[in-house]
Each structure stands twice: as C-alpha cells, then as structure tokens.
C-alpha cells in the first residue's frame, strides 16, 4: 500500500491552566489519538465543542494555538515527522503542503488589505507561481465557490462582503496554493443552506480533481456525511469512534455516536400571537453610508412577547442587517420601529438605557464579539454592574449562576476568550445577553459553531427562558431544522426583501414560492449521495429552464 499522506501516531497535546490563588496546572486536552489519511481521501473531524477537533486538525501543522502545545505522539506528512522540523521547515510546510481554513473568516482577514492580495499572499510569498498565474487561480476558484463578479471580486475588502463570502474567500485563498492537505475547520458554518451546497460540491470537486486530501472539521453529522470518506468521532479529547462514512451513519456502534446521528429536533408548539407586538417593523428601508443603494427594502414584521420570529435567507440577503437596524447600529432612511410600545430612536447613541438594557444582541461571530482581555467573568459581569449595579459577592454569584444555566462550571470564570472553543465563546455571549434581563434578544446565528447536542440544549435553554420570563428572540439563522424547531413565525428574506412571512404553520406549507422552495430543499439528510442528487436535480431544473 502507498505511504499515507497524514499519519498521526499517539498524539498527545496538553497546556498548562493558572487556577486563581493555586499553583500553574498542566492538563491533557487530546489523549494519543491516531488516525491515517491518504492522498485525495477526506476525514471527516466530528464531535462536541471542546473535543479537540480542531485543536488535532492544527497539528497536521505541528502548530498549536492558545498555549497549547504537543506534549507526545508523532504527525507525519508526506513521510517526515513535521514535529522534528525547524522553524525554516514549518515556514515551508504552511501554506506549501498544508494549509488551513479557519472557523471565524471575520476574525482571519486583515481589514486594510484587499481580498486579493490576502488569497493569492502565500502564492507569492513561497514562490508557488507570479502574480498573474496567483490572480487567475483565485478568479477560477472565486467562481467555482458561486462568489459575486468572480473576476473583481478580489477587489473589495473583507467589510465590504457578507459572512457568507468572507468564508467562500478564505477557501479559496487555502486552494490556491495547491496544496497536499487542506484543513477545513467549520468551512460551512457561516454558511446559508442554498450556498453551502454549492461550497461543498467545490470542495469535493476541488479534491477530486487536484487529489488534494483533507481534513474536515465540523459539528454538522449531516454536513460531513456528504463529503467524507471516513469519520473519526471525538469527545473529550479522545477517539470514541472511528469507520467509513457508510458505517458511521448507517450502523454507529458507540452510544454517543448513536445520539450524534439520531438527534432530534425540539417539539416546539406554536403559540398564537398576543394583541399587542413588543416589536413592530413598518416598511423600513435602509442603505449604508456612501452608497446609493437600498440593503433593506419596505420591511414590515412583528415580533409579539414570549414568540420567537426566524428570519431566514443566504448570506447578503440582509438578515443582519435588518438586526443592525433594529438596534441603532445602521439608521433606517425610511420607516419606523417600535419596541415595547414606543418608537426607537433611529441612532442607538440617542436611545435610553431602557432601551438598550431590554433590546439584546447574541452576536454571530464569538471571536470577534468579546474583549480577548477580559476574563469570563469579567465580560458577563459587565452589564450587571452597567444595569443593576451589582458588585462584590452578590455580583460574582449572579455570574456564577449564569454559567450554570450555560452548562459551564467554576472553572470557567476565571478564564480568557482564548481559552475557550468555539462553542464556549457563543455560550459566554448567550449569558452576557441574559444578564440584562431583557424583554427581546436578537440571536444571529447563536447555535452555528455548536455541536448538535451542545445545540439542543442551547435552544432548550433559550426556550425555557422564553416561557419563565416571557422573552421574544428574533432569530436569525440559516438553519431550517432549528426555524421548524422553535419558530412561531418565520420571515424568508431575498435581496433585501421579505418574499414570505407569516406563522410557521403557513410559511412552511405549499405552494412554495421558488426561492422558500429551494432553502427547504437544500437542508442536508443524514444519508450518503444527498447531495449528488440535490445537484443533479439542479442541474436538471436549470437545463429545463
């Protein structure tokens, strides 16, 4: 048999934690993992926030991030041990023979470089081809990832395209090389269903025809189960189980495998609105600074006490904007917003403290979202001490009880953004929103970086806290099984415009519209060949037309 491209040997990685008041304290994150993976194969990385999925996938780099570090075990690639390589060898082996996409796009880029320059960078800088060759191998992978305008598209700066484009960049800009091993960590996340079809074909095209082999990290069984050839479950650092995709999906043998796969979707009622909305939206329309043209177009929604409100659409449809809008952030030019039975203030400069404490925001991008100098305590604490003035003891043991409705423990108040996961993060910015004890929340994308169990209990969380303290959540996501979970009503955006809105028991019924038509049909099944066939019937549908 031919040398595998990745051997991973009894890997071990470990850091060292500072408990506050006792002495430094070396733990074990991943406990000698092995796995092998060969050229144009893709491991599928899946399992829990905190499991090490992606703090094993950066060893493939030898490189660990966070004061994390490699402690034992040996990473081959292309037959050498990569932990023995001086800093000259690792230079060569990023960007060469292995490169990486990142969870948070947003937190990756630099806002003062273009996106060109930034894709076709490592190109140049380990002298893979010049610059027109670089600028012509962005263009073809800028079209193949369903980018706007392929070919100026590397013109604008990270602000100036949505969530959604900024990750489809950063895969192109780990395909340009040409590389051996591409690391995808989360590549879908930011993601709506439509695009992420189109990205995932991309990537199993890209693999199929470059012979590049891959690890794919994700929290998504459904997602992985479609570009995967193996899969390697994780938990707690340690391997619980491993097999073909067939086997993973049709005949799981751990019993936490068998939860992964067979996770259910919450039974949520819906409930009928009350007379009066906390928040009514009345043909709003809005454009950003400097341009002429509408972003949001005559939006007109309400959101009635204790209901939730899914907004759904791709990426650039204006879902966060329309968030933006709501809480001051990007001034309406035409329309008006009442909360609570007065109107907001169009700017959030002139809003009242009511107003902001009783109108909260879960942000999409966790990274981005916190102070990476503040502990966890500190940022939760924060609107604590801003609303109610709590300090001391009775402070400490409200934030306390706020990590303990987030499933996160003591230890974790003492800690830094940059040792927490992914899905840690986005529970610290659930807890900080709660702490204001506001009337409504608006959540963007606030389960997107979590696991599908860690995910239910998110939502379960979020769901009881609406019954207790009769919250409304505007919810913005792109996930149609989470909108049929917890939606009371649902608004479809496109373009700028609601092209669908009323109760989820009418918006989820036929006729469809053509656009609602095509985000039900590209929410991923658990089955092997889901998406060759959603591609086919496209393709199909398109030759019709």
Request: aromatic share 6%; charged share 25%; with cysteine.
């Amino acid at each position: 048999m031919a040398e595998p491209l990745l051997d991973v040997r009894n890997l071990k990685i470990g850091a060292t934690v500072y408990p506050p008041g006792e002495p430094p304290e070396d733990i074990t994150i991943v406990h000698g993992v092995s796995f092998t993976l060969e050229k144009g194969k893709v491991l599928g990385l899946i399992g829990e926030s905190g499991a090490g999925k992606s703090t094993i996938g950066l060893s493939s780099m030898a490189f660990g991030r966070g004061g994390v570090r490699i402690t034992g075990g040996e990473v081959f690639v292309n037959g050498r041990d990569i932990l023995k390589l001086d800093h000259g060898g690792l230079r060569k082996l990023r960007g060469d023979e292995v490169t990486y996409v990142a969870q948070s796009a947003a937190a990756s880029f630099n806002p003062a470089k273009t996106l060109m320059e930034q894709v076709i960078e490592t190109c140049l800088l380990h002298g893979l081809c010049d610059r027109a060759e670089a600028e012509k191998r962005a263009v073809t992978f800028f079209r193949k990832l369903g980018l706007p305008n392929p070919e100026t598209f590397g013109n604008r700066y990270p602000h100036q395209v949505s969530g959604g484009q900024l990750q489809r960049a950063m895969t192109a800009m780990a395909l340009c090389p040409k590389p051996d091993l591409v690391v995808f960590d989360e590549p879908t996340t930011a993601l709506d269903v439509t695009t992420q079809i189109d990205v995932l074909a991309a990537i199993k095209e890209a693999i199929r025809d470059t012979g590049v082999a891959a690890l794919y990290i994700t929290h998504d069984l459904a997602v992985v189960a479609q570009v995967a050839d193996h899969i390697m479950v994780l938990r707690h650092g340690k391997k619980v189980e491993y097999g073909t995709t067939k086997q993973i999906i049709e005949d799981p043998h751990e019993d936490y495998t068998k939860a992964l796969v067979s996770v259910r979707s919450i039974e949520h009622e819906e409930k009928r609105p009350t007379p009066a909305p906390v928040l009514k939206i009345e043909n709003v329309t809005a454009r950003y600074r400097g341009t002429n043209f509408d972003v949001l177009k005559n939006i007109s929604v309400d959101l009635h006490p204790g209901q939730t409100l899914a907004v759904v659409g791709e990426s650039g449809s204006g879902k966060s904007t329309l968030a933006r809008v709501i809480t001051g952030l990007l001034p309406p030019s035409a329309g008006r917003i009442t909360f609570a039975g007065r109107e907001l203030s169009r700017e959030q400069t002139a809003r009242k403290r009511d107003d902001l404490r009783e109108l909260q925001m879960i942000y999409q991008m966790a990274d981005v979202a916190m102070n990476p100098r503040h502990t966890v305590g500190t940022i939760i604490g924060r609107p604590l001490e801003f609303y109610f003035g709590l300090k001391g003891d009775a402070k400490k043991k409200r934030i306390q009880e706020l990590l303990d409705e987030i499933e996160m423990g003591k230890g974790f108040i003492d800690r830094y953004p940059a040792e927490l996961s992914g899905g840690q993060k986005q529970r610290v910015c659930i807890a900080r929103a709660l702490a204001a004890k506001p009337k409504m929340i608006i959540c963007d994308e606030v389960t997107s970086a979590l696991d599908p169990l860690v995910a239910d209990g998110i939502l379960k969380l979020l769901l009881n806290l609406q019954k207790i303290e009769h919250v409304a959540y505007l919810f913005i996501t792109h996930d149609l099984a989470t909108v049929k979970a917890i939606a009371d009503s649902i608004a479809v955006m496109y373009r700028g415009q609601v092209v669908r809105y009323g109760s989820k028991s009418d918006v989820l019924a036929p006729p469809f519209d053509d656009y609602t038509d095509l985000l039900l049909s590209s929410v991923p099944e658990m089955r092997l060949g889901w998406l060759e066939e959603v591609i086919a019937h496209r393709k199909m549908e398109s030759a019709g037309n």
